[in-house]
């Protein structure tokens, strides 16, 4: 009796089982699933190995081959060379489809939209919440690039006036328990497209850099005579306060208008977001005892532009700023109940306006 054929048949069935279990894992790895609906974004950290990889793939319904993903990986020399970043994963994505995405790093980008008006502190916080770094850290940065600009340049007017801001800064710090910023002002409202994982230096010196890419053929707008603004500092000054004064674009010419007819005139501001900033009651009502504060930000008590910005202002107030409504003389400016203001020449008029507004706001409360 031949006993090679018994062998022989053994490894046939053998080299028969190891063909099938690579045929199926072959199509496990290159046929795309069943699954189908919208993209889902997943996160690699950096430093993830393979496994933790595919246990983020498997936890989020993506992955229902983990072993195939590992060995697909591993065999062709793969396993680490998979990119920390984010990604859209459409599922129904076969393993290898998936990993060559997650290998050629194709990531989709941070969005983040600063919003007009918002304060330098709020839009930190957005930043630091898409990327591993805290919310003072980016302040930090954000302060000594704008420092540094502002010693390079004229912007902040004569020497020395960036050391005077920054006290003023420091003793508001003191008084109040809040960060007031150097950037205030300087960080430009709009929607950004970041990759993942950058530092809050580059992040920082993006928002500032889209601001000055605006801001630049604008420039030139900027009075040389001895009138407010006559520095751009001052510019992003006055274009805060117009910022939180209205969302409406079309009145920021006007509003603007009017603080520039109060400063020509050698009068007090009088702004109520200025109040606001001093007393931590940004959207809050603001009650006569608040006009009292002891602060540099108070245009009630002092007199010219407060010593910075209160927020970020958008490109139009700023435009505002620079090219105010022409040959607009009015000197007061209230609610008028429906979104926009009722403008005023004279003081009387102000005062009947304001009690107009008054009596449609308690009417409409019911009260």
């Known amino acids: 009796m031949n006993r090679r054929h018994p062998v022989l048949a053994a490894a046939a069935v053998l080299v028969l089982a190891v063909l099938l279990v690579a045929a199926v894992c072959w199509v496990n790895w290159t046929t795309p699933g069943s699954d189908t609906g919208r993209d889902v974004i997943v996160l690699i950290p950096r430093g993830a190995v393979l496994p ?137 409202p709009e929607t950004y497209h970041f990759a993942e994982g950058l530092d809050a230096v580059q992040v920082a010196t993006a928002v500032l850099g889209e601001g000055f890419a605006h801001w630049r053929g604008l420039l030139d707008k900027i009075s040389e005579g001895t009138g407010l603004p006559s520095t751009f500092h001052e510019v992003l000054t006055l274009a805060a306060i117009v910022e939180a004064e209205t969302p409406r674009v079309d009145e920021m010419p006007r509003v603007a208008a009017v603080y520039l007819n109060r400063l020509a005139r050698h009068r007090n501001l009088e702004a109520d977001p200025t109040i606001a900033h001093a007393t931590d009651k ?63 020449r004279t003081l009387e008029e102000h005062q009947e306006a304001a009690r107009t507004y008054r009596k449609r706001r308690a009417a409409q409360s019911g009260g």
């Open 282 to 344: 940004r959207g809050r009502r603001i009650l006569y005892a608040d006009l009292e504060v002891d602060s540099p930000f108070n245009t009630y008590r002092r007199s010219g532009l407060p010593p910075g910005p209160i927020c970020c202002p958008g490109l139009a107030a700023v435009r505002a700023v620079l090219s105010p409504e022409p040959g607009f003389d009015a000197l007061y400016f209230v609610a008028d109940g429906h979104g926009g203001h009722v403008f005023s």
């Open 52 to 188: 933790q990889v595919a246990d983020t793939l498997v936890a989020h319904d993506l992955l229902h081959h983990r072993s195939v993903f590992l060995w697909g990986a591993r065999i062709t020399d793969r396993d680490r060379e998979i990119r920390a970043g984010r990604y859209a994963l459409p599922r129904g994505m076969s393993p290898r489809d998936m990993l060559d995405r997650l290998v050629e790093g194709r990531t989709v980008p941070v969005k983040i939209t600063l919003i007009e008006g918002d304060q330098a502190a709020t839009m930190a916080d957005q930043l630091a919440s898409k990327f591993d770094w805290g919310a003072e850290v980016f302040l930090t940065v954000a302060d000594s690039l704008v420092r540094d600009l502002l010693d390079d340049s004229p912007m902040a007017g004569d020497p020395g006036a960036v050391e005077t801001y920054e006290e003023i800064l420091r003793t508001e710090r003191k008084r109040t328990g809040r960060p007031f910023p150097l950037c205030e002002g300087y960080l430009f």
